[in-house]
Structures are given as C-alpha cells and as structure tokens.
C-alpha cells in the first residue's frame, strides 16, 4: 500500500531521530561551551570555599585533608596555589620550581585584567578568562580566579578550556556516527516492529470488508489484550450483533411478506364470498319476487294456487335466514368473537337428543338409522357447539343417503380420546372434492344440495368448530357411502383447557 501506515511510522521516527541527532548537534555547538565554563566557574568557587573553611578551622596543615583536596582539584583539572601574607606557598598543586607556578602568580600579581574577560568580582576573588603563552609559543585560554581568604593569605586557582572545544568537537563527531547507526538501526527494527501492528490492522480490514458483503462467518483472531486486539473484539461482537439483527430483519421480512400474501388471499377470500352470498340469496330472492308478483297480479285465482304461492315465497324466505344465521354464526366462529366454553358432558346422551329431533327428517328420507354406543361416555367441550357439529353431520347424511338409504352413527372410545362418525349410504364423494367441502358455498352435486335448501355453509361451519377445539376431523369414503367423523377430549380430567 502506498500510504501504509507501516511506512508513516518508520518515516515519522527515522525523521524523529534525524531531527533529535540535529537539535544535539547545535545544542552541543552553540551550549556546551557556556555549560562547560558555568561549570567549571562553580568548580572554582566551589574549591575556594571548601579551602577557606578549612583555613578557618586550621584543618589545612593536617596532611591527609591537604593530600585529599589536591587529589579533588587535580581530578577536576585545576591547578592551585595558597600563598600565606609572608609570600610563603601553603598549598599548590604545582612545584615551586614548575614554569607554571612562577608564570601563573606572577601573571595573577601583574596582570591588567579586562572588564570584558571578568565574570565574577567581588571583594573576596575575582573570576575571569585569560590567554597565555604556552612553552610551545601557542595561547591557552584558561579560566582563572584569585583572591584572598578571610585569614589573609591570597591564592591563585585556573583550568584550561582549550579542553572543551576538542572535547565538544569529538563529541559532535561520535554523535553523528552514533547517529547514523541509530537511524539505520532505528529505522529497521521500527519497520520490523510496526508490522506487529499493521498486520491485525489489515486483518481488521480484511474482516471489514467481509462484513460489508454481507459474510458474518469471519472472525478476528488476534490474541493482543492491547487497543488493537480490543478493537478486534468488538468487529467480531459487531458482526455477531449484526448478524442476529439482518437474520431478524430477514424474518420479519419474510413474515411482512407472508402478512401481505395472507391479505391478498383474504381480499381474495372476501370477493369470492361477496360473489358466493349473491348468488345464494339471487336464486330465492327471484323466487319470492316472482311469486309474490303472481299473487299480486292474480296469476290464479284459485285457494291451493295462491297457497303453493305463499308456500314458496315461506320456504325461499326460510332458506334465506338460515343461510344468513349460518353466515353469522361462521362468521363468529372464524374471528373468535364466541368463546369456547369447555364442560364436561355426556356425549350419548346429546348424540340421542339430536337423533330424536332429526326423527321426522329420516322417516322424510324413508331412511333406517342405527345408533352404535355405550350406555354413557363424557367428555370436555362445548357442549352448544358439539351438538351444531353432531346435527350438521346427521342432517348432511340424511340429504344424502341413497341406496339401502341406512345411516350409521357410531361412537367408541379410544384411549383418551372419544371418536364419533356419522355414515351414510350412497355415492362415493369424488377424491377430487373432497379436500373442498370444508370450504365456504362449496357444493359437490349443486342441483341436489339446492332441491333440499342447502348453502354449502355447514361443514365450514364443523371446521371452524373442530379447530377451536383443537381437535381433529375429517371425512372417509367407503364403497357403499361416507362416514363423516370428529374427536373429543374424553379424559377423566379436563387438560385441554387453554
């Protein structure tokens, strides 16, 4: 990468290191010498201090303090000279017969020292920069300082600073190579050590970039408990957070998807039963406009004319409010405005009652119906809407039987479970229709079902039934007829309540 970050930071600290090298440099050139002298000045005063407080306590004629502050000027590259009110040496680092000590006191007593050389005066020494002639004919630049103590004596007390200059130009030039070896060595071992941190960093990159197609599988694998590794915990937390929310929004999605589909299919559902309950009510509303228009306009005159008349007009009207009581009670069924009452209730008993009062529809029929159950057998349910369950089962296969014109109604216990089935004999429902016959207005034989009044509403009506009670139902063709059949609940303690 041209503007990787590896690069930024071995270029930044090379740089840095090129600046510090060049900032001591010029530091060492234009201070050092000021240091040196400020330092070497408080060397001095620091010497001529330590000595007069040995003079006042009379501890200088002791040999080892003597020995012992010569050994310290000489370390710090003074030489000195202690001289008494008689002219008589006390202490000195050089020998008396040394060119040195003669040239340095009779320099120290006959100078003319220029004001701009003096750095510090006052009434007990003098501090200032003086050149001499060495033995070769060369000047020496020293720092020189002279004065008397409080018992009398004087003294004379200098350090060279040639020394310095050589000393900073050698340090100028140990630095620079010092320098460079720092900055080669510096700068690779920077390069080396920044991969440590571009390299999760381009991992972290990486699993960005598969985050942003969508691939939530890629993990950060570093184990750094640093910033970076920390960073890297949180992508993958990230990732795992926003792959639980997409999954989320991908099944709301999907279930938005299934809302509107399921709208479209009751819109659909709507129109087919706008168009189904016209044309239900079309056929009997023709029926009792005509008649009573006949009646109206005296068709015939005759008694048993106008009462076929008003018995047609009677029979279509009545086919018409129970097709409408049955849209009702469907309708209540279907959108769970009629709660389930859950009781416990004698199935055979209610299965007789309805049989006796369906009694004039089978001898209507000219039918035989048998009867198969035990003497009692409870269950839990509704008891209101088992017997609409129970009657629109009997009254469907009273329509419909044909043949030996038998009906058969069986109930048995099985397990927990109780099993009711109402058969009639006559024609197989074709396998086709019957997946359709619990649906709303369906008919399989239209002509039939309109010759004894029926709406196709009355097994949509079981089903709803059957499913609010969570139970099952269904329907069986036989070679000789079909069974139509349902279950209840028939445990000794009620646990389907909900």
Known sequence: MK????????????????????????????????????????DLIRTYNEIDGMLQEGALTDFSVARGLLIRTERANIDLAVVDSGGEAQLSTLSKEDPRFIQMLSESLGQDINIEDILIQNDNFTVYRSATQSGSGSNVEYLKMWGNFSDGSWFVMQSPLASIRESASLANQFLIYLGSVGIVLGGLLIWLFSRRITQPLMQLTRLSQEMANLNFDARYNGSGRDEIGIL??????????????????????????????????????????????????????????????????????DPESREFYCDVITDEADKMNRMVKNLLTLNQLEFGDDGVQFERFDIVGLVRGVIASCEILIQQAEASLDFIADEKLYVWADEFKTEQVVRNYLTNAIHHVANEKRIEIRIRQESDIARISVFNSGNPIPEEDIPKLWDKFYKVDKAHTREYG???????IVKAIMESFRQKYGVRNFDNGVEFWFELDAKTENTSLH
């Open 3 to 42: 503007f990787s970050i590896r690069r930024q930071i071995t270029a930044i600290f090379i740089a840095l290191l090129v600046f510090v090298l060049g900032a001591v440099l010029v530091i060492n050139n234009g201070f050092l010498g000021t240091y040196y002298l400020s330092h070497k000045t408080e």
């Open 454 to 460: 029926g709406n196709g509403i009355g097994l949509s």
């Open 232 to 301: 890297g915990c949180n992508f993958n937390k990230m990732s795992e957070q926003l792959e639980k929310t997409i999954s989320e929004l991908k099944r709301a999605n999907n279930q938005l998807q299934k809302d509107i589909e399921q709208k479209e299919k009751m819109e659909e559902m709507r129109n087919e039963f706008l168009g189904n309950v016209s044309h239900e009510l079309k056929t009997p509303i023709a029926l009792i406009q005509g008649y009573a228009e006949g009646l109206k306009e005296g068709v015939n005159d």
